[in-house]
């Protein structure tokens, strides 16, 4: 997955002292059904009992981190998920981070789509 420019800027600000913003936790994963940018979110995936999950991550080493426990998403609308993004719980939730899935995943109504531990990678370098 790739930073947002907001994650970007947020992370050269804490990096240089000229912030302490951290993301407000906990952190969600969203599904998409067409890639967001940099600068702009994709098409979330809606209907169903479709919701942002939680996602928590370990202590980075090498650059990169991975997802701790299982996120699930259950009874999803037919849909055909090609990418995710990492947003924060704030009043006006700020998304992190954005990337393609492995391989899209088609579901039909009431289908879900699991990550099991390690699955959801984030890396810097």
């Known amino acids: 997955m790739s930073l947002t420019d907001t994650g970007e800027n947020r992370g050269l600000d804490w990096l240089t002292g000229n912030s302490t913003t951290a993301p407000t936790l906990p952190l969600k994963v969203a599904l998409l059904t067409a890639a967001g940018s940099e600068s702009s979110a ?3 995936v809606s209907g169903g009992s479709y919701a942002r999950q939680n996602v928590t991550f370990g202590a980075a080493t090498g650059g990169a981190t991975s997802n701790t426990g299982l996120v699930r998403f259950s009874d999803l609308p037919a849909a055909t998920v090609t990418h995710m993004e990492i947003w924060d719980s704030a009043g006006s939730p700020v998304r ?9 995943r088609t579901v039909s109504a009431g289908d879900a789509i699991e990550f099991a531990i ?5 890396t810097l370098s």
């Open 96 to 104: 992190w981070w954005h990337g393609a899935l492995t391989s899209s």
């Open 42 to 44: 994709g098409t979330e």
């Open 118 to 122: 390690g699955d959801i990678d984030l």
